[in-house]
Structures are given as C-alpha cells and as structure tokens.
C-alpha cells in the first residue's frame, strides 16, 4: 500500500513521533536558482501546545527527510533528504487551531542575506569571491562550472553577499543557490545536457495536477546584446531569433554590461557575433 511520511529533526532532535498526530501537510520546494529553497510544515493545534510550551524559536533547525514506501512496486522504499532548514515564519490561526512552521535553507543566523556591505575586489575571479563569501557566512561553497569569469576590480555597494553574489551569477549565465549550509554555483546548460533520471507520466498517476499556459503579449521573439567593453574601446554585438516563436514576438534590446572591469587577459569569453571599433 503506497504510503508517505516525514521524519522531522528539530535542532538534531527526531520528532518524528511526537509530531505524527498532529501533522496536517508537509510542503518542500526545491528550486532551481535565485530563491532559497523551503518547507512548510502545518499542524493541528486544538491543545494550543504551539502556543505554550512547544512554541518554536525563530533560526531553530529543521531537517527534513520524505519517505515513500511501496510508491511504485511491492517492499519499495525510498528516502529523499529535503536538507537543513532554518525556522524563518511561524502561523496561527483558528479555529480550528492551526499552525504553520516555514523554514527556509539560509540560515537565520547567516549574515548571508541580512547584513549590507560595501567593499571591492580586485583581481579576482567568481569562484574566489563566492569561496570568500562561504567562509565569511560558516558555509560550504559547491562550484561546477567551467566558466569562472575574472574580474580586475568589482564593487559591493550596500548589498548583501547573497544579493552581490546573485548578481555576478545572473551575469554569467550560472545558476545560485543555497541549501544545506551550502552555497551552490553551477552551469544549468551542463545539467540540463545530462541522461534523463526519471520520465514524469501525467496518465500513470504520477502527476497530481498541472497547469498550462500559451500568450503573445511580452512573448519576445528576437534578442539583440550590445557591450561596449571599457578597457578596450570595442563594442560587442549579437542578436538571437527563435525559429519556434510567435511571428508577433516582440523585440529586447539589450545594451548591458557587468558590474565592474573584465580582465581579457585573465580570462576569455566565448561570443557568437560580431565585435567592432
């Protein structure tokens, strides 16, 4: 008989059982990049013992691990670590008396996303500064990428790190994000090329629900770069047109250029167009 259920750490403490009865639904989002990976965990609180002596404290840790017996075939068991958790929302309501416990994966008590800084570097490359940024926040840093852009000078302006490390990655074409006390940097192209893990049937009960959408309006069908690059005086130029999309797509112009000064001579760039004095 299929069944699923969570077993719940709190601050390196199994609950598991303590929280059985009263467990309502348990929700964890994995996202890809640029948002912090999450959980939800809503009880039902009639005894208000969430309220008194089980209240939880906000930066607490939750490890989360879903388990699924029998899912898929006879004496099946199969375990999927969620990762670390910080306590970062806690919800009443009632009645019925109910209460929600968001964590997300940054930790509360980081000072990755809550202290603003303002520094510069120089002569430094992505990697170096997102190792710097790890130890800075007691984390580890996991960085698969072969593009490891260098940089002769680069300004943190009243930013974060996380904020200031986003950036840098959304500028590079590279993926960020962060769970289990680890700070992840890598090249969706790479994974997105990979042997396919499982094939997702929507007739075989595999999907509970799902939505589709087609539009035109803000559908872009052309994409056309420009950098004027400071150190040289060359502009670079490129543009890209989807051969699937809508003949009504519209047209983004972009004319940007990264935070900071590129060292052509520290590193390289691949570029499919055209450069000019």
Not at 83 to 88: I, M
Not at 94 to 112: A, W, Y
């Amino acid at each position: 008989m299929r069944q699923a259920s969570i077993i719940i750490k709190y601050n390196k403490k199994d609950i598991s059982r303590d929280i059985a009865p009263f467990l309502l639904s348990f929700e964890y989002i994995d996202n890809e990049s640029h948002k912090a990976d999450s959980i939800n965990i809503t009880l039902e609180d009639k005894n208000q013992l969430w309220l008194s002596d089980w209240l939880p404290t906000k930066g607490d840790t939750i490890d989360a691990t879903i388990v699924t017996t029998e899912w898929t075939k006879q004496g099946e068991s199969i375990s999927l670590p969620c990762g670390t958790f910080s306590v970062d929302e806690i919800e009443f309501s009632g009645p019925p008396h109910i209460v929600q416990i968001k964590g997300v994966s940054i930790p509360v008590s980081s000072t990755l996303r809550s202290e603003t800084k303002t520094r510069a570097w120089e002569r430094i490359n992505l990697q170096s500064i997102a190792a710097d940024i790890a130890v800075v926040s007691s984390m580890t840093l996991m960085f698969e990428s072969a593009t490891n852009p260098q940089y002769l000078r680069i300004d943190q302006v009243e930013q974060s790190d996380l904020a200031f490390l986003q950036t840098l990655c959304e500028k590079a074409c590279l993926a960020l994000k962060v769970t289990s006390n680890m700070i992840v940097i890598f090249d969706e192209r790479t994974y997105e090329a990979k042997g396919t893990v499982r094939n997702i049937d929507r007739t075989a009960g595999d999907v509970i629900k799902f939505g589709l959408k087609s539009k035109t309006a803000g559908t872009a069908k052309t994409a056309k770069v420009s950098y004027s690059d400071p150190l040289t005086g060359k502009t670079a130029s490129g543009s890209f047109t989807d051969p699937d999309a809508e003949n009504n797509g519209v047209t983004i112009n972009v004319n940007d250029c990264p935070d900071g000064d590129y060292d052509n001579e520290l590193g390289s760039a691949e570029w499919d167009g055209e450069i000019s004095d």
